[in-house]
């Protein structure tokens, strides 16, 4: 069995995606999730699958190991950044090489990078009237939105959609395959 953290810091709508796609899978399972934020959504979300979840703040996550020993105790194969909106510290991304993963709501490189996240990302690519934004999920690193590229996927933008069109498309995509992507990349972790 393999064993999966989430960290998220919103509404944790792709949380649940994936806590449902992966509940099918007998190989697999979100053991954990874990969130900097005592008001976000993902908690009463994870709640619904029966999945612990853990808050905690900024100077613990910065300036303390106590996230990267949960992670050892509860002997976590992979994790999963879904709506997370913290650096990973160097430590945590050590901890787990080509064994985290995040999803980002544009087609890196661009449109990534510190402050752009959620309704900014959305808002650049309408000022820059793109004909096309997407999704891409790529592995960790110490930067925002560098490490290597695993998946993307696009979708076309017609002059009618506002940001909160923009927002709405790329989040469809984001359900559609970051449950499916994520399955794949664990099934294939050696044993
Ligand atoms: C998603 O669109 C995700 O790509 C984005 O936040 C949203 C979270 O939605 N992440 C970033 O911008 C990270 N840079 P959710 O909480 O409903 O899953």
Request: aromatic share 8%; charged share 25%; with cysteine.
């Amino acid at each position: 069995m393999k064993r999966i953290a989430l960290f998220a810091s919103g509404s944790g709508s792709n949380a649940e995606k994936i806590c449902a796609h992966i509940a099918k899978n007998p190989e697999m399972e979100i053991t954990l999730v874990l969130t900097n934020n005592p008001e976000a959504g993902v908690i009463k979300r994870a709640r619904k699958f029966g999945i612990p979840t853990i808050v905690f703040d900024k100077k613990s996550f910065y300036e303390t190991q106590k996230i990267q020993q949960i992670l050892k105790n509860e002997a976590i194969d992979f994790v999963v950044l879904a709506g997370f909106m913290m650096l990973i510290p160097e430590s945590l991304v050590k901890q787990f090489p080509k064994r985290m993963v995040n999803i980002h709501p544009a087609l890196l490189p661009k449109y990534g990078g510190k402050g752009m996240y959620g309704h900014f990302v959305h808002e650049a690519v309408k000022a820059a009237a793109e004909k096309e934004s997407g999704i891409t999920i790529h592995y960790v690193n110490e930067q925002y939105d560098e490490g290597d590229i695993v998946f993307q996927a696009k979708c076309s933008l017609s002059e009618k959609d506002d940001a909160i069109g923009i927002a709405q498309k790329v989040l469809e995509l984001e359900h559609q395959h970051y449950p499916v992507v994520l399955q794949e990349l664990v099934s294939q972790l050696p044993d």
